[in-house]
């Protein structure tokens, strides 16, 4: 250790503090003896702790405080000195040494406990209670007594010797004397290093704190040394506040298709049957609308169709393909099922209510949405029961299937993603349909993230009034930002882990 390259790191409150702990322990002392403040002398400490140039350890003590009765006999004297002064020789009955004294009954009756228990008073009953000083009470008037010598001392008082642990003892038993607090008192000691340093002569050391226009005006500054600081001491990390980093990555997808020239679609979570399954061709007996799928609401259970035209179109759609030439689901139609109130199961019941909003004037369009779904799924690694969902539609006459892999493939290079593959899969509402997979690198194997296709003619001819192509794709957002933060588990992204809040890298891409 070079101590005088050391000494010369040290703050102003450290150069004070340090010699002072050659001889003084506890904040107190030292904030005696170094006239600073209790909260500098402690941020001294903490400091030159982190130096390794002081031990601080923490120890429970007793804190003895006068109370209310303790500070006036402090000032005024002790009860019992001013009944034994009162008597002086004679006999004296209560109410007369009241009357010299001032005592109150209380301070009488304590009094003549101390002092028959020193042997100092006698007491004879007559019509009423006599009190005379026996012979040894002079000698006793005529010196200090241990529990004045107490008082005297300075409070609040710790580190008790044995005789004024004796005399607390006794004063505990007194009506509001003292008060015995227990706190935990820091206690400083140098380490082999602080010794050195403070037997190097630190408090010597004069050094320049700040470079102000006063030294640079004078030259001072030439011929004395400036204060070291040491950039890689350990410092305590500041944690700043950010988002979570799940929203992070929500805002960067989001960023993805605005640059892109889409317009973002917003809408309830709670969502009618009718807009999150039946205007997206989803049949009424279809396995996605039972229970154990959709999380159907019991307060309000129902919900309002649209307009009595879209309802009549999705209603023909459904029984008989309506204007489209196809012959639908072949079954009846159910108006109380399609105003069941469902949490939504998919953002494309945004879409669907875009679709039914738009006009031929404001094609062709582009649409996304970044959205909390929910599905009554079984929890594991790969699944959750509530989640975000990344929702697009692109409507143009002139859309095609190579258009919809061209998007989804942009999107996934701008997420990361180097393999990404297109299988044929199914779904009620899109025809060709298929599954949008990218491969897991931990897991080592492909991951579905969501399902893409070209809307039915079933979905568009009753939304839009005529068929026109419709690109349409959800993915499953958590499944998409896993790989980044390198987490193999969809459940690690809404632990309430404040470490790993802190510690997870932000998302730049």
Do not use: C
């Amino acid at each position: 250790m070079d101590a005088k390259k050391l000494a010369a790191t040290l703050h102003p409150l450290e150069r004070k503090v340090l010699p002072a702990l050659k001889a003084h322990r506890t904040v107190a002392e030292i904030t005696g003896v170094t006239g600073l403040k209790e909260v500098e002398v402690v941020r001294a400490l903490q400091w030159l702790e982190n130096k390794k140039l002081v031990s601080v350890s923490v120890q429970p003590q007793e804190l003895v405080q006068l109370d209310k009765n303790g500070r006036a006999y402090k000032t005024k004297g002790l009860p019992e000195r001013r009944f034994l002064e009162s008597l002086n020789g004679k006999e004296l009955s209560l109410d007369q040494i009241s009357k010299k004294s001032g005592l109150s009954n209380e301070e009488l009756n304590a009094s003549i406990g101390v002092l028959r228990g020193k042997g100092l008073i006698m007491l004879r009953k007559e019509r009423q209670l006599m009190v005379k000083a026996t012979a040894q009470a002079s000698a006793a008037l005529a010196k200090e007594w241990p529990e004045e010598s107490f008082l005297k001392k300075q409070f609040p008082l710790a580190n008790l010797t044995a005789d004024e642990r004796r005399i607390l003892d006794q004063l505990k038993r007194r009506k509001e004397f003292v008060t015995v607090e227990l706190r935990k008192e820091k206690i400083a000691t140098l380490t082999p290093d602080g010794e050195r340093l403070v037997a190097a002569g630190i408090g010597d050391l004069s050094v320049i704190e700040q470079l102000t226009p006063e030294l640079l005006a004078s030259g001072a500054w030439r011929n004395k040394p400036f204060r070291r600081y040491d950039v890689t001491a350990n410092i305590p990390k500041v944690w700043g506040g950010r988002k979570h980093f799940v929203n992070e990555a929500r805002e960067y997808i989001r960023k993805i298709w605005v640059d892109l020239g889409f317009t973002e679609m917003d809408g309830p979570m709670l969502q009618t049957s009718f807009w999150n399954l039946d205007a997206l061709f989803v049949p009424q007996d279809h396995p996605a609308r039972e229970l154990q799928d959709t999380f159907y609401v019991k307060t309000p259970a129902t919900g309002t169709l649209p307009s009595p035209a879209l309802v009549k179109a999705v209603k023909a759609a459904h029984e008989n393909g309506g204007t489209t030439g196809s012959i639908g689901w072949q079954s009846p139609w159910d108006a109380d099922m399609a105003r069941k109130n469902v949490l939504r199961t998919h953002t494309t019941a945004l879409s669907a209510q875009t679709l039914a909003r738009l006009k031929k004037a404001d094609l062709p369009a582009k649409f996304f949405a970044v959205g909390r779904v929910f599905r009554n799924e079984t929890l594991d690694w790969k699944h959750l029961f509530e989640f975000n969902q990344v929702e697009g539609i692109v409507i143009d006459p002139d859309a095609n299937l190579r258009h919809l892999f061209g998007y989804l493939k942009e999107f996934y290079a701008k997420m990361g993603f180097k393999k990404v593959r297109m299988v044929p899969s199914y779904f009620p509402y899109t025809e060709p349909s298929m599954e949008v997979q990218v491969w897991h690198p931990v897991k080592n194997q492909w991951v579905e993230v969501g399902g893409a296709g070209i809307f039915r003619a079933e979905v568009t001819a009753p939304l839009l009034g005529h068929d026109i192509p419709v690109l349409a794709w959800g993915q499953g957002m958590e499944r998409i930002i896993t790989e980044y933060y390198n987490i193999a588990d969809l459940r690690e992204l809404y632990r309430n882990d404040l470490k790993q809040l802190r510690e997870i890298k932000a998302w730049v891409r």
